[in-house]
C-alpha cells in the first residue's frame, strides 16, 4: 500500500470511529471497527474487553518492544456542539466530529503507521499496537488490564494530540479529600472552634504552599484546591469542612512522596490520597526516539495533561496530531492535513530511530 492509500484509509477509518458512539465502558462499536481494519490488512490481532491488540509479524522475543498506544473511547458531547457530534464532516480542511481530535486522529495515526511496518524484517525493535478503552476515566478495563496480556514493553509512544511536537514528560496526578474540624454549635451562641472560619487559613497554606524541587521539563507541582463543602442550614455551624485538592505531580516525586509530605505539613485533621497510580512519566532526552525525532525538526516540551502514559512503567513520549485545546470542546475537529501530516511523521520517526 502507498503512503497516499494509507492516509486515505486512515482518514475513512477516523470518520467510522467518529459516527460509532464509543463512550467510556461503551467502546465495543469501535472496537469492532478496528477488528475490521485488521481483517483488511491481514494483520493477527487480538482483543481483550474492548482493547485490540496486535504485534509486528516478525516479533523477536530477543528484541526490546515498542508501545504504539491511543485511545478510541470519548468522553460525552457537551451542551455547547451546534453540530452533530456523531456526524463526520469536513470543511475548509477540517474533519468534525466527536473524538476526532481526542484521540481519533492520533489512533488511525499509529494504526496506519503499525500497518506501515506490520510486516518489516529489519526491525531494531518489536511494534505492538493497542487501541485502547477507558482512558478517559482512567478505568479498570482499559490499558491498565491490558499491559498484563501484551509483550513486556520497553518504550511506548502514547498517541495524544501535540501538534506532532515530543512531550517527553508529563505530570502524574493525585486526588485528595481533606478534612477540617471544628465544633459544630447553633449559629447565635459564641463558636471559638468555627471549621469555616478554621478553613480560611487553611485555604491560604494550600495557595502559598510550594513543594521544593522544579522538573526542568514540567516545572514545579500544581497544587489546587477545586472544591469545598460545609454545612447544612443558616443557623447551624459545622462540625467540618470537606475538601478536594488536585495536585499535579512533577517527574522530581512520586506520587507517594507527595501523599506523605502533603500528610505532613497540611495544616488540616485529615487528608486522605484517592490513589497513588497516576505517577509521572517520562523519557529520557538521550533515547533513540527523541533524537530521532528531534533530527526531524520536532520541539520537546513537558505536558500537564493525563493521558494513558500514567498507567505505564517504562520510558514513555507523547505524541500525536491535533491539538490539545480543542480536546472535550464543542464543534470538536482536527485537520484532515494534521492526520496525513502525522503517518508521514511517525513513519519517518520509526524509520529513523527502529530501522538498521
Same mark, same amino acid.
Given at each position: 500500500?502507498?503512503?497516499?492509500?494509507?492516509?486515505?484509509?486512515?482518514?475513512?477509518?477516523?470518520?467510522?470511529?467518529?459516527?460509532?458512539?464509543?463512550?467510556?465502558?461503551?467502546?465495543?462499536?469501535?472496537?469492532?471497527?478496528?477488528?475490521?481494519?485488521?481483517?483488511?490488512?491481514?494483520?493477527?490481532?487480538?482483543?481483550?474487553?474492548?482493547?485490540?491488540?496486535?504485534?509486528?509479524?516478525?516479533?523477536?522475543?530477543?528484541?526490546?518492544?515498542?508501545?504504539?498506544?491511543?485511545?478510541?473511547?470519548?468522553?460525552?458531547?457537551?451542551?455547547?456542539?451546534?453540530?452533530?457530534?456523531?456526524?463526520?464532516?469536513?470543511?475548509?480542511?477540517?474533519?468534525?466530529?466527536?473524538?476526532?481530535?481526542?484521540?481519533?486522529?492520533?489512533?488511525?495515526?499509529?494504526?496506519?503507521?503499525?500497518?506501515?511496518?506490520?510486516?518489516?524484517?529489519?526491525?531494531?525493535?518489536?511494534?505492538?499496537?493497542?487501541?485502547?478503552?477507558?482512558?478517559?476515566?482512567?478505568?479498570?478495563?482499559?490499558?491498565?488490564?491490558?499491559?498484563?496480556?501484551?509483550?513486556?514493553?520497553?518504550?511506548?509512544?502514547?498517541?495524544?494530540?501535540?501538534?506532532?511536537?515530543?512531550? @517527553?514528560?508529563? =505530570?502524574?496526578?493525585? &486526588?485528595? $479529600?481533606?478534612? #477540617?474540624?471544628?465544633?459544630? +454549635?447553633? *449559629?447565635?451562641?459564641?463558636?471559638?472552634?468555627?471549621?469555616?472560619?478554621?478553613?480560611?487559613?487553611?485555604?491560604?497554606?494550600?495557595?502559598?504552599?510550594?513543594?521544593?524541587?522544579?522538573?526542568?521539563?514540567?516545572?514545579?507541582?500544581?497544587?489546587?484546591?477545586?472544591?469545598?463543602?460545609?454545612?447544612?442550614?443558616?443557623?447551624? @455551624?459545622?462540625? =467540618?469542612?470537606?475538601? &478536594?485538592? $488536585?495536585?499535579? #505531580?512533577?517527574?522530581?516525586? +512520586?506520587? *507517594?512522596?507527595?501523599?506523605?509530605?502533603?500528610?505532613?505539613?497540611?495544616?488540616?485533621?485529615?487528608?486522605?490520597?484517592?490513589?497513588?497510580?497516576?505517577?509521572?512519566?517520562?523519557?529520557?532526552?538521550?533515547?533513540?526516539?527523541?533524537?530521532?525525532?528531534?533530527?526531524?525538526?520536532?520541539?520537546?516540551?513537558?505536558?500537564?495533561?493525563?493521558?494513558?502514559?500514567?498507567?505505564?512503567?517504562?520510558?514513555?513520549?507523547?505524541?500525536?496530531?491535533?491539538?490539545?485545546?480543542?480536546?472535550?470542546?464543542?464543534?470538536?475537529?482536527?485537520?484532515?492535513?494534521?492526520?496525513?501530516?502525522?503517518?508521514?511523521?511517525?513513519?519517518?520517526?520509526?524509520?529513523?530511530?527502529?530501522?538498521?
Amino acid at each position: 500500500m502507498s503512503l497516499s492509500e494509507l492516509q486515505s484509509q486512515a482518514l475513512d477509518l477516523l470518520k467510522n470511529l467518529i459516527e460509532t458512539q464509543s463512550f467510556s465502558e461503551e467502546e465495543d462499536g469501535t472496537a469492532m471497527l478496528l477488528e475490521d481494519w485488521c481483517k483488511r490488512n491481514n494483520i493477527t490481532f487480538n482483543r481483550h474487553l474492548n482493547n485490540v491488540w496486535a504485534v509486528n509479524k516478525h516479533f523477536d522475543k530477543s528484541k526490546p518492544t515498542l508501545l504504539l498506544n491511543s485511545h478510541h473511547d470519548t468522553v460525552k458531547p457537551n451542551s455547547g456542539y451546534t453540530r452533530d457530534p456523531f456526524k463526520a464532516e469536513i470543511e475548509d480542511g477540517k474533519l468534525f466530529g466527536l473524538g476526532s481530535n481526542d484521540a481519533g486522529g492520533c489512533l488511525v495515526s499509529l494504526l496506519a503507521t503499525f500497518t506501515w511496518f506490520y510486516e518489516a524484517e529489519d526491525l531494531e525493535y518489536n511494534i505492538v499496537f493497542a487501541g485502547s478503552a477507558e482512558e478517559e476515566t482512567n478505568g479498570k478495563n482499559g490499558i491498565s488490564c491490558l499491559l498484563p496480556k501484551m509483550p513486556d514493553i520497553d518504550v511506548a509512544i502514547v498517541g495524544e494530540p501535540t501538534l506532532m511536537q515530543l512531550a @517527553v514528560a508529563e =505530570k502524574g496526578l493525585v &486526588v485528595f $479529600d481533606a478534612v #477540617v474540624k471544628g465544633t459544630p +454549635s447553633h *449559629a447565635a451562641h459564641p463558636n471559638n472552634n468555627n471549621a469555616i472560619y478554621k478553613t480560611a487559613k487553611v485555604l491560604q497554606w494550600f495557595e502559598n504552599f510550594r513543594f521544593k524541587d522544579v522538573s526542568e521539563a514540567l516545572g514545579e507541582v500544581k497544587l489546587t484546591v477545586t472544591q469545598i463543602k460545609a454545612g447544612s442550614q443558616h443557623n447551624v @455551624v459545622p462540625g =467540618k469542612v470537606d475538601l &478536594v485538592i $488536585d495536585v499535579r #505531580v512533577n517527574d522530581c516525586y +512520586s506520587n *507517594a512522596e507527595v501523599a506523605e509530605i502533603l500528610q505532613k505539613q497540611a495544616p488540616v485533621d485529615e487528608i486522605t490520597p484517592r490513589s497513588l497510580r497516576l505517577n509521572s512519566s517520562s523519557i529520557p532526552q538521550e533515547h533513540e526516539l527523541v533524537k530521532a525525532g528531534l533530527s526531524l525538526g520536532m520541539e520537546t516540551y513537558g505536558s500537564p495533561t493525563l493521558s494513558d502514559q500514567a498507567m505505564l512503567k517504562c520510558p514513555s513520549l507523547k505524541l500525536g496530531p491535533g491539538n490539545s485545546t480543542r480536546s472535550h470542546s464543542a464543534d470538536e475537529f482536527i485537520y484532515v492535513k494534521e492526520v496525513e501530516e502525522g503517518i508521514e511523521k511517525y513513519i519517518k520517526l520509526l524509520d529513523k530511530a527502529l530501522k538498521k
